[in-house]
């Protein structure tokens, strides 16, 4: 646990730094967080973004990891899923393709 702290503390001391090195400008970062421009500063300063704040801001600061962590998730959900029974055959899922290309024609 005290290994999570310490990285946590560590994005947050370095946030000021990935964000000058991201290729958004701040304007793009503040209308994602929804914030005014003084806040987002404040808040900066302070180190004190709420944690659905530093979800968007890792989302946009590390869309590597944020990819990664999507399709880990994804990849769980569908094992649990299988071994729960809850599958579609090859054939039905074609069948439904097929229909939406159809239908989006």
Not at 15 to 23: A, G, M
Not at 38 to 47: D, E, H, M, S, V
Request: proline share 2%.
């Amino acid at each position: 646990m005290l290994d999570i702290v310490l990285e946590y503390k560590s994005l947050l001391e370095n946030l000021h730094q990935y964000i000058e090195d991201s290729k958004y400008k701040k304007e793009h970062i503040i209308n994602e967080l929804g914030i005014s421009r003084a806040t987002f500063y404040n808040k900066l300063k302070k180190r004190s973004f709420s944690i659905p704040e530093m979800i968007t801001l890792s989302s946009l600061l590390f869309p590597e990891d944020t990819k990664a962590f999507e399709i880990k998730n994804a990849l769980e959900r569908s094992r649990k899923d299988s071994d729960a029974g809850r599958v579609l055959e090859h054939e039905s899922v074609i069948a439904v393709a097929r229909k939406k290309i159809l239908e989006s024609k």
